[in-house]
């Protein structure tokens, strides 16, 4: 106990229960505050922390949730598209050979259509530049005195990537080393 005088009156309880045993008086029991040095946290301040905490981490939460949610629809899509990639080779190769006629026509265009509209797009001309990156080497073509770099000279199937650029399948190509000049 502290030699301080406390600041408020002492509480007295009273005990109806018991008899004291001198008499019929109840017996008075006197309960003084104790002060402690004990520093008691702003329980306001405390509660507010925990609040914004769990605030920030369901912000977060649901921002990874979005982007997961999103990435998620792209692979899906990714893989639908890929399935289609066969057919879409089949529809240009029967273009290329006049057989695209009649109802296969419109089925192979509206194919065509639906994955220009995911963002499939094919890539690949003869005379662009080879890059390993996104082209596959399978024959070597004679060299081609008009070019700088090695240049695709055939395209054997074309390549096919989404619009953000990553490559569902690499072109196969035939590659032409660059010649040398008759001066050379």
Aim: proline fraction near 8%.
């Amino acid at each position: 106990m502290s030699s301080e005088e406390p600041l408020e009156p002492p509480i007295v309880v009273t005990d109806k229960r018991r008899i004291n045993p001198d008499g019929d008086t109840p017996i008075e029991v006197v309960v003084e505050d104790v002060v402690a040095d004990v520093v008691v946290p702003d329980k306001e301040a405390e509660l507010l922390a925990d609040l914004q905490r769990v605030s920030a981490e369901y912000a977060n939460y649901r921002k990874r949730v979005d982007r997961d949610r999103v990435t998620v629809i792209e692979m899906a899509v990714s893989g639908v598209l890929e399935g289609l990639l066969p057919l879409l080779d089949s529809v240009e190769l029967a273009r290329q050979h006049g057989d695209l006629e009649g109802p296969f026509k419109g089925v192979g265009e509206g194919l065509e259509q639906l994955a220009e509209r995911h963002g499939l797009e094919r890539y690949t001309e003869v005379g662009d530049a080879f890059d390993p990156a996104v082209h596959d080497a399978l024959m070597q073509a004679p060299e081609n005195p008009e070019a700088s770099v090695p240049t695709v000279a055939q395209v054997l199937q074309p390549g096919w990537r989404v619009k953000d650029g990553r490559v569902l399948r690499h072109a196969s190509v035939a590659v032409a080393e660059p010649g040398r000049t008759p001066e050379e």
